[in-house]
């Protein structure tokens, strides 16, 4: 057993075998993030997909493939991320729309951004009112698009309308995706059309370039976000959708959703980390609407925002993915979570095994006195004589046989000499 101990074949494979269990325990318990994921984002030309385009640029530098899914909206995008045989691991949702008694396993990651809810108007279709629309109640009767069906615009306009007392029959509404929308708009087949949208998506620019159109000002926005606290109230200052065409006409008050990154809630720690560090890098400087420093943000979510979102979002990154690369960061953080633990087990294991070591050698030196004692009480008398020489030769064959470490040599070596006292006490008896 000692050769075994002691051969450096032997020890070689004892680490390997180490090593390989460590490895398979760091597998199955703490399992790494995947290098490929999917995200659901929107249509080809909205700001959802753009988003989703600049993620997968900062995501592929840290060695992580997104793929992008185009979708109809928001609803359409929980549905995937519900469906265990979608191959979706994200999605970007509009808030309100999502609901946690039907998606009881999503969590959010954070708000992205704001979503202005744009209600393009036609001036002539209001001209009793001035030409203004102010009132989601001046809509009564006009022929409007409320967004298309799985669209996070069809969701909040229908609750808009509903908290405005304005029923199905009340309006003529057509559930168009916004490039149909804006055809029937061009054409004088619609008076209205709800849009939920970045100012930065592209189709708001085909919405102010059409002729004769305006943006509603929502009179009652102070109403709607405080029955609706998932909305906020933001301002559009004159001329800043577009200098060119002076749109909106004067500051006007919008309602706006956020835009939120949603996930399923057994994503990887290390994973939230690499996605909210690379969305802090996108939005910096990412819409125009937005305060410096307001997003990445935890308010205005559907869902319970993820425990390690919340800490990235309070605190930072942690130490390791401040100063590693990425999967280097993963690794050592994986390798903490489990020798940590081990050795919290371990080092008072091996404290007790080296008490335990102690007080077997005690006793087995305890017995070896206990003999002793044994023999010199017997040293003077003459029928013990070949006996004691016996036993006390056996005791010194044991004792010559006992291993002990450093710190127990001086008790080794003291019994020695009390052993050697022994014979020379016979020796003398014997002369």
Request: glycine share 6%; net charge positive.
């Amino acid at each position: 057993m000692r050769k075994l101990i002691y051969n450096p074949i032997a020890i070689a494979v004892a680490f390997l075998a180490l090593v390989a269990i460590l490895f398979a325990t760091l597998w199955i318990l703490i399992p790494p993030p995947p290098r490929s994921i999917e995200l659901a984002t929107g249509f080809p030309t909205g700001l959802y997909q753009m988003f989703g385009e600049k993620l997968q640029s900062e995501l592929k530098e840290e060695g992580v493939s997104l793929k992008l899914r185009t979708s109809g909206g928001s609803a359409e995008n929980l549905a995937l991320l519900s469906d265990p045989h979608s191959g979706v691991d994200f999605a970007i949702v509009q808030s309100g729309v999502g609901d946690l008694n039907k998606h009881p396993n999503l969590v959010s990651l954070a708000g992205i951004f704001y979503e202005p809810l744009w209600v393009w108007y036609r001036e002539s279709s209001f001209k009793s009112e001035g030409g203004k629309l102010g009132l989601l109640s001046q809509l009564k009767g006009k022929r409007v698009s409320v967004g298309n069906e799985g669209s996070g615009t069809l969701a909040l306009s229908s609750e808009l309308l509903k908290a405005s007392n304005l029923k199905s029959g009340d309006l003529i509404a057509e559930k168009l995706k916004p490039l149909e929308a804006l055809k029937k708009f061009k054409n004088g087949e619609l008076d209205a059309v709800f849009l939920v949208s970045a100012p930065e998506a592209p189709i708001v620019k085909d919405f102010y370039e059409t002729p004769g159109i305006r943006l509603m000002n929502f009179l009652q926005a102070d109403a709607y976000i405080n029955l609706f606290p998932y909305l906020s109230k933001v301002t559009v200052p004159r001329g800043i959708v577009s200098i060119a065409h002076d749109v909106p006409k004067e500051n006007i008050q919008v309602l706006a959703a956020t835009a939120t990154l949603v996930g399923k809630n057994n994503i990887s720690p290390a994973l939230v980390t690499l996605l909210l560090g690379d969305t802090y890098d996108i939005l910096k400087s990412y819409t125009y609407l937005q305060k410096p420093g307001e997003f990445p943000s935890s308010s205005g979510l559907d869902f319970p925002l993820h425990v390690d979102a919340e800490i990235y979002m309070k605190d930072g990154p942690s130490f390791l993915h401040r100063h590693l690369p990425f999967w280097t960061a993963v690794w050592i953080g994986r390798f903490a979570k489990i020798v940590i633990p081990l050795l919290v087990i371990l080092i008072p294991l091996i404290t007790y095994i080296s008490a335990t070591k102690n007080l077997l050698l005690r006793l087995k030196l305890s017995q070896v006195y206990e003999e002793l004692k044994v023999i010199e009480k017997n040293a003077l008398n003459p029928a013990l004589k070949d006996k004691n020489f016996k036993d006390l030769a056996a005791i010194e064959r044991r004792v010559g046989n006992i291993k002990v470490s450093l710190l127990d040599a001086k008790e080794l070596y003291d019994l020695k000499g009390h052993v050697g006292d022994v014979r020379n006490r016979l020796n003398l008896v014997d002369n």
